[in-house]
């Protein structure tokens, strides 16, 4: 079982480039022709290799018991052509012929196709697509890996000037001492206006 985090990516096939595979089955074919069918196994265990298929490792195991039957046919012939019968010599070159024809149509028809599924060759120095995330994938964090929270740091009192004087705050009047200030005011002036209403009645009483 996987934890949780991204999975291993897997190795992708790399694709040769296409000069590179024209050159291999070029070469490959040509062996095959000149040879008489004989290295016809070359290019089918090279196909093998490639596709890693059983079908093809199977093919690849019936075309070598052919090679040893052609060869085994063609040690027991006899030497001097006019010896061999026309049904031998018949026999022979079909047989070489349709070794030829289904090694090299079939080798050429399945290492196309199996590189055509592969898609184009990527450019030198691209690298591959990373492989995309998992969903619902979660990122624990380790115990000793949590992030450090910021510390306040203190604040620095500042210190006072000893060549500036102290302010002393105003130091507010009572509101009771301010309404008696008033009452006695309003007091004086209605003594004041009494006194001056009296002296007027006595004036015109005389």
């Known amino acids: 079982m996987h934890g949780y985090g991204p999975m291993p990516q897997q190795p992708t096939t790399s694709r040769p480039s296409p000069a590179t595979l024209t050159t291999v089955r070029v070469i490959l074919v040509a062996l095959t022709v000149l040879s008489c069918g004989l290295l016809g196994w070359a290019p089918m265990l090279r196909l093998a290799i490639v596709t890693r298929r059983p079908r093809d490792w199977f093919l ?23 010896q061999m019968s026309d049904a031998a010599a018949l026999f022979m070159m079909l047989w070489i012929l349709g070794l030829l024809a289904g090694v090299i149509t079939y080798y050429l028809y399945a290492e196309i196709r199996h590189y055509n599924t592969l898609g ?4 030198y120095g691209t690298p591959g697509h990373p492989a995309p995330p998992l969903p619902y994938q979660q990122q624990h964090v380790a115990p000793h890996q949590q992030p450090r929270q910021h510390q306040p740091q203190p604040q620095q009192h500042q210190q006072p000037n000893p060549y500036t004087a102290p302010t002393t705050p105003p130091t507010p009047t009572p509101a009771p001492q301010r309404l008696d200030q008033v009452r006695a005011e ?3 002036l209605s003594d004041y206006l009494r006194k001056e209403n009296k002296d007027s009645r006595d004036g015109e009483g005389r």
Request: aromatic content about 6%; charged content about 15%.
């Open 186 to 188: 309003l007091d004086e």
């Open 120 to 123: 184009a060759p990527a450019p």
């Open 60 to 82: 690849l195991v019936v075309v070598v018991a052919l090679n040893i039957g052609l060869f085994a046919f063609i040690m027991a012939t006899p030497d001097d052509p006019d």
